[in-house]
């Protein structure tokens, strides 16, 4: 199996699905307006909950460094669109800018966030760790 692909039982899977779970969540009252007001923005949404509720899924059955990547770009890319969003007028979404502190965007990014920060935190770990374990396992030519 790649490395990239074996479960590294990481303490930050825990940290990673809740704060997954929370984004999701805070995502979820907004949908039906964004779908709406400007229905791009309204599908993003939707992406990016199933998106975060698949990782935290992905965290507890199988936390694999490929699973963390996927948190840290996915989580990554909203905070990102966040503070697009807020120094930018997007296309319908004009009265988002300067808004920086709408309560379910703050507690969308916090949580999106913890889960780069728990997410690094697991990879660079497994790199850290990575070699030593995986040259203590017998390789497949010996």
Do not use: K
């Amino acid at each position: 199996m790649p490395i990239a692909l074996e479960r590294q039982s990481s303490p930050m899977r825990r940290v990673v699905a809740a704060a997954a779970v929370a984004a999701a969540a805070a995502h979820v009252p907004v949908i039906g307006e964004h779908l709406s007001e400007a229905p791009y923005m309204g599908v993003l949404f939707i992406v990016l909950t199933v998106g975060c509720l698949l990782i935290a899924a992905a965290c507890l059955v199988h936390d694999a460094v490929v699973v963390y990547g996927a948190a840290i770009v996915t989580c990554g890319l909203a905070i990102i669109g966040y503070a697009a969003t807020r120094l930018v007028a997007f296309p319908m979404l004009a009265d988002d800018v300067g808004n920086w502190f709408e309560p379910l965007g703050i507690i969308a990014v916090l949580s999106e966030a913890v889960v780069v920060v728990a997410a690094l935190t697991a990879v660079r770990r497994f790199l850290a760790d990575g070699p030593r374990h995986h040259a203590a396992l017998p390789s497949a030519t010996s």
